[in-house]
């Protein structure tokens, strides 16, 4: 059953360090690489850097609700809300190579 999600990638999910300023401060954001993909997507649809678009929603989730608790996790959240909203999108072609389908193990014999 897991074998979609045990098999994929393992760069998918290996995490990357980028340092940008938020609002004028120098800061570090640390997610896996497969939500850089996906957030370097939608800055580019936007025709605008990833640091601007970052640094953008940073600014309006401070005007809507203020410090958020746990920007990486908004971020992420971001992510899946942007596929939620694009079906079919390229951001598929990412998608599909994690779970490059494997033929799954046998597990349960019939009696």
């Given at each position: 059953?897991?074998?979609?999600?045990?098999?994929?990638d393992?760069?998918?999910?290996?995490?990357q360090?980028?340092?940008?300023r938020?609002?004028?401060?120098?800061?570090s954001?640390?997610?896996?690489?497969t939500?850089?993909?996906?957030?370097?997507?939608?800055?580019?649809?936007?025709?605008?850097?990833?640091?601007?678009?970052?640094?953008?929603?940073?600014?309006?989730?401070?005007?809507?609700?203020?410090?958020?608790?746990?920007?990486?996790s908004?971020?992420r959240?971001?992510?899946?809300?942007?596929?939620?909203?694009?079906?079919?999108?390229?951001?598929?072609d990412?998608?599909?190579?994690?779970?490059?389908?494997?033929?799954?193990?046998?597990?349960?014999?019939?009696?």
């Amino acid at each position: 059953m897991c074998q979609i999600f045990a098999g994929q990638d393992p760069e998918r999910y290996a995490s990357q360090t980028r340092s940008m300023r938020l609002n004028g401060q120098s800061t570090s954001i640390r997610l896996e690489n497969t939500f850089w993909e996906i957030i370097d997507e939608i800055a580019r649809r936007d025709n605008v850097s990833t640091p601007t678009f970052i640094s953008t929603l940073h600014s309006e989730v401070l005007q809507l609700r203020g410090e958020p608790t746990n920007f990486t996790s908004l971020l992420r959240c971001a992510c899946l809300k942007f596929i939620e909203l694009n079906p079919g999108n390229p951001m598929d072609d990412i998608s599909s190579r994690a779970f490059e389908e494997t033929e799954p193990e046998n597990k349960f014999s019939v009696v």
